[in-house]
Structure formats: structure tokens, C-alpha cells
């Protein structure tokens, strides 16, 4: 009898350690895991119980919360919905979250660590708890002006305060309403999510983060930049400009867009060369540098590196081991050379900022429930990407494109306004890509900006007819708002 309790105990003491043991793998090892499956309803309850933080932009939510009386008691709305569904992103019973929802989740959740204190008040108070909010860098106004200029066109635009690296328009058409995939209904947020995706025109793409196009002659303000780098060119040095230059190493030669020479004599400066968009002279500039001072210039820029605004944007290209005829083709940003709207913005600011490129960023400041702030961003540097004196030299350059270059669309009254267009081919039966680069006042720039029009349903495609005027309109819009 005693051998037979013995045994018993000793059954149960082994089943003792082994609840324990799987106690301590479940609550401890697995925890996070099985907290994060997209499958775990208990999770997702406890959510949609608490009052999520909202988005902002200045004082008023572009991403809020509103109280229901179905089983999940708050549903997530977007006031603006398409307008800045890039940053926001959605957040979805179905298919979790994305954008910000995602990135700042923990602070919108109020699960962050910054709210410790606060959590605690709400426990002893007997409070519901509460996310905080975040502020976004956008201009409402700046993006208002992109949407508009973008409507029935695809392309993108990103805009920058050059000072700081903050982003003040971050605008992809076509869009997508982040409400239709925020509802309480999982049967039609699975045929809202089922017709974007299927949708040719790629609406839940973020254009201006991750698009990488062939930036055309926008490129030729990177070769530029090189060029007066090297110590061996300024803005008066003469380059050949002839009507045609035969591409080294290959039967193959490269046109200037009008199918003349660019100046008297087949002669041009480096100024007028990139006034008037010269590919030829950019070409012959490109052989003479180098493949490889143009990719150190260009990462000097951002290129080859992808940044996290904390939304992560593609890393911009510069090809590897060109040839000479790749090399010169790559000069005027063909070939395998590729750019993502807000690097193309990168490019610009770091001229505007006297050669400092800072890194950009979309999170002003994060709140708590109260609206309180509890921290503002810091802005950092991302590189000295050319020294003062030269990027006032390429700001000049870039103020002759709009002022009796091929820029005119980009004019301001009462206001200097540098940039550069770009029309860039893509190929495979594809329309040509439309890009205006541009900043503003060239004078303690306020603002950078790049677009590109990746599609306008139009045969006749060029930087100054279809991208200059959104250009113009975001920087009206952001020196209105700014004083």
C-alpha cells in the first residue's frame, strides 16, 4: 500500500514539473510570440477595448479613434483617408497594421514604455486606458498642394525642410482609403484589401519611399555637385556640347534632347549645360570624373543606403562597375541608375543647407493621453555632402534652370527658385517618367521637393510641363504656411 502512495506521488510530483516547466516556456519564452500572432483574439479584444492614440498633423487627427457598440468597442476612422494613407498606413482586425499604425504602435497603443507613470495613474484611478498621440512633420497645406497637383496622374512627391530634415509632404497617387480597411467587417475589409491588390495601378504602393525610377537629367545636379567637388570645374568651365556624342567603347551615340548643340562653337559652361539640360555635355562631364566620384557623391546624397523616417524607404541606386558608355549614359540618370522621390529631395535639401544633408524624418513629437508632449525629435546630420562654398555654386546653377533654363514652370514672383527637370526613359513600352527637383528661397531654403509623374496618360511628357507646377505649388504652399 505505502509502495503504490509512494509511486503516486512521485507520478504526480514528475506532472508537477512538468506543468511548471510549461508554465515558464508559455508565460516566459513564448509570451511575446504568441501575444503578437495575428490569430490571437484575446490580444486583439484587449486592443479594440482601449482608446487608440491619435495621428496628427499640427492639431488636427488624420488617424483617431471613435467609440462603438459592437463587440469591438473602438473603431479606428481617417478623417483624410487617401491623403496621407502613406504615412498613416492602416490598421486592420484582418491584416494587422501598417505606416505608422505600425511603427508607433507601441506609443499609440499606450503600451510604451513612456507612459509607465501614467499607466499607473490610470490603474489607481480606475481609468480606462488611453494610447498617446503623435505629430507628424507634414505641412497639411504642402500636402494638400501635392494631392491636388498629383490628381490623375501616378507619381509621388516628397518635400523636406532643409535645416532639419523634416518631411513636410509625403504624397503617392493613385491612393487608398485606410477606412475601408479599418472597419469591424472582416468579409469586406477581405474584398477592399482584394481590390487594391489587384488593382494594376499599385494603389497601396508608398510611391515616394520605396518607387525607384530612372531620375533622368535630376541626376545631372549629382554630377554637378561632383564636378565642382573635384576642385576641377566651376560653374564657368566650358565642356563640349556637341549636338551628338559617341557613347567610348561602343557603336552606339547619345543626342541632346533637341538635336542640336548646346552652345556656339559645340561649346557650353557647366551652368548653361545644366540650364538648358545638356546630355552631351553631362556625358563627356560623366568620363571625366569617373564611375566612381559620381557613386561617392551620390551617397554623399543617400544614395546606396535605405533610411528608416522610421517608415523604411528603398535604398537608391548607383551602378557597381560600369563601363564608359554606362558610365556616361549613367551620367545623365539612365542606365541602371534609380532613385526614389524623397532621395531625389535629398539631393536638393543638401545644396539648399550649404552642403549638409540631414537625415529626413516623419515623427515631430510623441504625446501622452493628455496631449502632453513627452519627447520632440532631434534632427541629425546624414552627411556634408559637398562644402559650402560649391553648394552655393550648384544652388546658383540650379536658380539660372528656372530662371532661363528649361524651368520656367517653376517660377514664383517675388521669389528665387532653384530646380531641375527630368524626363526619363523606362523602357519595355512604358511612359517616360516626368521629375522636377526643386528648392526655395535659394536663400535660407525653407523647403526642397521633389516629384515625379510616373504616369500622366499624356504622350507629350516633360519635367516643366507636367512635374514644375506641383513644385511650384508645394513651395508656395509651404512658404505661405511658414511666414
Same mark, same amino acid.
Given at each position: ?10 507520478? @504526480? ?9 510549461? @508554465? ?19 490580444? @486583439? ?17 488624420? &488617424? ?8 469591438? !468597442? ?27 499604425? !505600425? ?55 516628397? %518635400? ?9 509632404? @509625403? ?5 487608398? +482609403? ?6 469591424? +467587417? ?12 489587384? +488593382? ?25 555637385? %561632383? ?24 557603336? !552606339? ?50 544614395? +546606396? ?8 524607404? $528603398?535604398?537608391? !541606386? ?5 563601363? $564608359? %558608355?554606362?558610365?556616361?549614359? *549613367? ?41 502632453? =508632449?513627452? *519627447?520632440? &525629435? ?9 562644402? &559650402? ?25 517675388? =521669389? ?15 511612359? %517616360?517618367? &516626368? ?13 526642397? =521637393? ?27 504652399? =509651404? ?5
Amino acid at each position: 500500500m505505502i509502495r503504490s502512495v509512494r509511486r503516486l506521488s512521485l507520478l @504526480l510530483g514528475v506532472l508537477l514539473v512538468a506543468l511548471l516547466v510549461n @508554465l515558464t516556456v508559455v508565460q516566459v519564452l513564448q509570451a511575446t510570440d504568441l501575444r503578437a500572432r495575428s490569430g490571437n483574439q484575446r490580444v @486583439l479584444l484587449e486592443e479594440y477595448d482601449r482608446e487608440r492614440g491619435p495621428i496628427l498633423v499640427g492639431n488636427e487627427p488624420v &488617424a483617431r479613434s471613435v467609440e462603438t457598440t459592437d463587440n469591438l !468597442r473602438y473603431l479606428r476612422r481617417y478623417p483624410a483617408g487617401p491623403i496621407y494613407a502613406p504615412a498613416t498606413g492602416f490598421y486592420s482586425i484582418v491584416y494587422g497594421a501598417t505606416g505608422l499604425e !505600425r511603427t508607433e504602435n507601441a506609443v499609440l497603443s499606450g503600451s510604451s514604455d513612456l507612459f509607465f507613470v501614467d499607466r499607473l495613474e490610470q490603474l489607481f484611478a480606475g481609468r480606462q486606458p488611453q494610447g498617446g498621440a503623435v505629430t507628424l512633420t507634414l505641412d497639411a497645406a504642402a500636402q494638400q498642394a501635392a494631392w491636388q497637383g498629383l490628381q490623375g496622374k501616378r507619381g509621388a512627391v516628397a %518635400a523636406i525642410d532643409p535645416t532639419t530634415g523634416a518631411i513636410l509632404a @509625403l504624397v503617392s497617387t493613385p491612393s487608398f +482609403d485606410p477606412n475601408a480597411l479599418s472597419s469591424h +467587417d472582416p468579409a469586406a475589409i477581405r474584398a477592399a484589401y482584394d481590390a487594391l491588390q489587384a +488593382d494594376p495601378a499599385q494603389p497601396m504602393l508608398n510611391r515616394p519611399l520605396v518607387a525607384l525610377n530612372p531620375p533622368g537629367s535630376t541626376f545631372k545636379l549629382v554630377v554637378a555637385a %561632383a564636378a565642382l567637388q573635384s576642385g576641377r570645374f566651376t560653374p564657368d568651365s566650358v565642356l563640349p556640347g556637341p549636338a551628338t556624342y559617341p557613347l567610348p567603347g561602343s557603336t !552606339r551615340s547619345l543626342n541632346n534632347w533637341t538635336g542640336s548643340a548646346c552652345g556656339p562653337n559645340n561649346q557650353v559652361t557647366l551652368r548653361e549645360a545644366l540650364a538648358v539640360s545638356c546630355n552631351t555635355a553631362f556625358a563627356w562631364l560623366g568620363n571625366q570624373l569617373g564611375d566612381d566620384a559620381i557613386r561617392a557623391q551620390a551617397q554623399a546624397f543617400g544614395f +546606396d543606403e535605405s533610411m528608416e523616417v522610421p517608415l523604411r524607404a $528603398a535604398a537608391s !541606386r548607383f551602378p557597381a562597375d560600369p563601363d $564608359a %558608355a554606362q558610365t556616361a549614359m *549613367s551620367a545623365i540618370g539612365q542606365f541602371d541608375v534609380r532613385a526614389t522621390a524623397l532621395q531625389m529631395a535629398m539631393v536638393a535639401s543638401g545644396a539648399a543647407n550649404n552642403g549638409v544633408t540631414m537625415k529626413p524624418y516623419l515623427v515631430k513629437e510623441v504625446r501622452g493621453p493628455d496631449l502632453a =508632449v513627452l *519627447s520632440t &525629435a532631434k534632427p541629425e546630420q546624414f552627411a556634408t555632402s559637398m562644402t &559650402a562654398q560649391n553648394a552655393a555654386s550648384l544652388v546658383s546653377m540650379m536658380v539660372s534652370v528656372v530662371d532661363s533654363g528649361t524651368g520656367s514652370n517653376a517660377r514664383i514672383p517675388g =521669389v528665387s527658385v532653384g530646380g531641375k527637370t527630368g524626363t526619363a526613359q523606362t523602357g519595355n513600352d512604358n511612359p %517616360a517618367v &516626368a521629375w522636377f527637383v526643386a528648392l526655395a528661397p535659394s536663400t535660407n531654403a525653407k523647403v526642397a =521637393v521633389a516629384v515625379v509623374v510616373e504616369d500622366a496618360g499624356e504622350t507629350e511628357v516633360s519635367g516643366n510641363r507636367l512635374a514644375a507646377p506641383i513644385a511650384r505649388s508645394v513651395i508656395q504652399a =509651404v512658404l505661405r504656411s511658414r511666414g
